[in-house]
């Protein structure tokens, strides 16, 4: 090759300029400080938070539904592959035997255990769901202090509160043990997650999945099934509703968390280092589920956030169904702690074989077909919008229902659902609609032409 080639060759080679090789070095020693950070470091938090938002911005732009109906590569039994952890508290012990016919109700036969911050009732026997599978109760507190896991915390404040209410409950002091449970119980189920977990790891026999709910959690086993059997169970996975800043996001124990056997594995089984400065830490911890999130992160195991859409932490009439969610599949409820609420989702989902899709709730529960709203848009005295909150947008110096109905339509990428306040001359509108809520004198509905396109482009029927 002579001179001239070579020089022509090297011309044709663009060599970098000066801010993109100060910004190639940038990006080196950002990937440097990542990968020398503690898993649970700030930096790697910040950068994974950014990239959630990001994730979640273009789920919410381009909402896919297509990877739900692909052949499963990791099918699963949820009756034998699934392990389920229930909480519950002295203050909210009676909801417990609602949740477990429930899970009965939906032949969802999983094996089960139920942790509770107090001793076991001299009255009080497992639980047995209909297939005649037993339910154990532990009290698992009492468990951890045994074996010496809080070994050293014994006068922590929270930890003597555990034994005044263990003393309330042993002394057959009904009234104070009440009382004590009420007051303090968001305090001792910050002391459940870990040991809870830990118990059911090393004494029941080892699950592909493993959920951990409150005791006014519904979980629909036929959509869990189908999310879970297109994720690998053999590698560490944590799924939730997250919540909180870029420092430790975690999952909303209401909405169910779910872990996959790998990640347990991981945790109490390589870190066990890692597992006896956590139950020290759930002494003075303000959540158990950050906690649990934290714990994870040290073992570098990070809440996914890619499935945040299938967990739902309210109960059915009061859950929005979102734009974003309309084709994907619904896998919990809860605040199903009141009355015969539990008892009443059970017998509605009971005979519910295939999997249950955010938009068909209306149709479950009866309310108005989405279609009917493109005839009839304006209904009286209901609310299909809702809670207002930091999502929902108000107009002020609304004078007219149709004016209402207006705004709603020249906002369509935003507006699902809209109510009219006469009184307040006022119009809300969101991204979401509710099964609709009794509203004396208010005007609402529901965008039919939105929803009717966000139904054609599922492709689930």
């Not at 629909?220 to 799924?239: N, R, W």
């Not at 609709?436 to 005007?443: C, L, N, S, V």
Request: hydrophobic share 40%; aromatic share 12%.
């Amino acid at each position: 090759m002579g001179i001239s080639e070579r020089r022509s060759i090297r011309s044709c080679i663009t060599r970098p300029s000066r801010p993109q090789k100060i910004a190639l070095g940038v990006l080196v020693f950002l990937f440097i400080i990542y990968n020398l950070t503690p898993y649970d470091s700030r930096p790697r938090s910040f950068f994974r938070f950014q990239h959630n938002v990001i994730e979640d911005y273009y789920q919410n732009v381009h909402p896919s539904d297509s990877w739900l109906f692909k052949p499963q590569s990791h099918p699963i039994d949820p009756d034998n592959d699934i392990g389920i952890i229930v909480k519950t508290g002295f203050g909210t012990r009676k909801r417990v035997s609602a949740a477990v016919k429930a899970l009965s109700d939906e032949s969802f036969f999983a094996d089960t255990i139920v942790v509770q911050d107090f001793p076991l009732l001299d009255d009080q026997q497992n639980f047995t769901v209909a297939n005649g599978k037993e339910v154990p109760v532990i009290d698992i507190i009492g468990w951890n202090l045994e074996r010496g896991a809080l070994k050293g915390q014994e006068q922590q404040e929270r930890v003597m509160k555990y034994s005044t209410i263990a003393e309330a409950v042993e002394g057959e002091e009904w009234m104070l043990a009440d009382g004590l449970g009420k007051s303090m119980g968001w305090e001792l189920d910050a002391m459940k997650f870990i040991p809870s977990l830990e118990y059911m790891w090393q004494t029941l026999p080892k699950k592909k999945w493993y959920i951990m709910a409150d005791d006014d959690t519904y979980i629909i086993k036929s959509s869990l099934a189908l999310v879970l059997g297109h994720l690998d169970s053999t590698k560490p996975q944590f799924l939730g509703n997250p919540v909180g800043d870029y420092k430790g996001r975690f999952p909303h124990g209401g909405s169910s968390v779910v872990m996959s056997g790998a990640a347990l594995g991981k945790l109490y089984d390589q870190h066990p280092e890692v597992v006896a400065e956590a139950h020290k830490e759930s002494a003075t911890a303000i959540w158990g589920d950050k906690l649990l999130s934290t714990t994870f992160m040290k073992v570098g195991i990070y809440l996914d956030e890619t499935y945040r859409r299938i967990f739902n932490g309210e109960p059915p009439w009061m859950t929005r169904m979102w734009v974003d969610r309309f084709c994907l599949p619904l896998v919990s409820f809860h605040g199903l702690g009141g009355d015969d609420a539990m008892l009443h989702v059970g017998e509605t989902f009971k005979n519910m074989a295939e999997p249950v899709f955010w938009r068909q709730l209306g149709k479950i529960y009866g309310a108005p077909d989405f279609t009917s709203f493109v005839v009839e848009p304006i209904r009286p005295n209901i609310d299909y919008v809702g809670r207002l909150d930091e999502y929902s947008i108000t107009v002020d110096k609304v004078t007219e229902v149709d004016e209402c109905v207006k705004i709603c339509h020249d906002h369509s990428t935003g507006c699902l659902a809209w109510t009219f306040d006469p009184g307040r001359q006022q119009c809300h509108y969101a991204r979401w609609a509710i099964l609709g809520d009794a509203a004396e004198g208010r005007f609402s509905g529901i965008n039919g032409q939105v929803a009717e396109k966000l139904e054609g482009l599922c492709h689930s029927p």
